[in-house]
């Protein structure tokens, strides 16, 4: 009769835990490849094309020069996350990386960025940046890759996928100001890799400390669409968060381009909100200017 009990107890527990692992999903780590060249799939960044934000002349540099971090991931054509490499620019490999892999087809996702920490990247329709890390110049390469008997050698270009919005305040600040808080909406701190365009509404926060004579500020946000607007406040604060002047608008933006604004925001009511002028720089298509 005790061995009946033990053997029935045993079985309760193996039942058990069958259930557990059946409903959950194992956490992948952060590395799951490796940035030598002894996989069967072997990456090297060849150039990124960054036209300039100043220039529509096209550019192209080595990863070090145009970011900070790389992520390289393999996804099952369906989605599943399988292997990931996250490197540094401080890493004697950045630019190349490998993956053994077994004969099928893979979706490959390579972005490139500068941000604080390495983007979420579980779902490749969604590969997800937070106001924590900050929003960077970022960039892009997807495509589907078939592993077969012999080693792939993959040559890679990444391609700008983000809009800027680049402000300029024209007037002095004030000495109180210590700040510059700038949250905007109708962007995407989000993108689909199979687009390269926003996916989510996200609510973006870029806070920078103040420098002597800075008077420029760069936003970047994932545009919904090839051309869109967000909805910019800007907040000037002192060294105890106190707001002391703010001022809201609309910001026209396109991926792949910047927007200029360009204003006093300091010689005027705070809490003002006014309407935008838009002129166009004929010389650069792809460039507005606008004003507080």
Known sequence: MMKFK???FAMCVLMILGAMTSCEKVALPEDL????????LRISIFEIEKTPFASLTRALEAPSEACARLNYVIYTTDGER???????????????CSFQLEQGTYQLVIVGHSSNGNPTMTDPKKIQFTNAQGFTDTFLY??????????VDLNVSLNRIVSMCR???TDDFPTNITKMRFYYTGGSGAFNAQTGLGCVNSKQLQTFDVTENQQEFDLYTFLHDTEGTIHLTITALDANGNELYDHTTDVTMEQNHITWLTGALFNGSTSSSTSTTVTINTAWAGEKHLTF
């Open 167 to 169: 402000i300029v305040i």
């Open 142 to 151: 997807c495509e589907y890759v078939t592993i077969g008997e012999e080693t």
């Open 82 to 96: 399988l292997k990931q490499v996250n490197q540094t620019s401080d890493n004697a490999n950045f630019g190349n």
């Open 33 to 40: 490849g490796t940035d030598t060249q002894k996989g069967n």
């Open 6 to 8: 033990v053997s029935f």
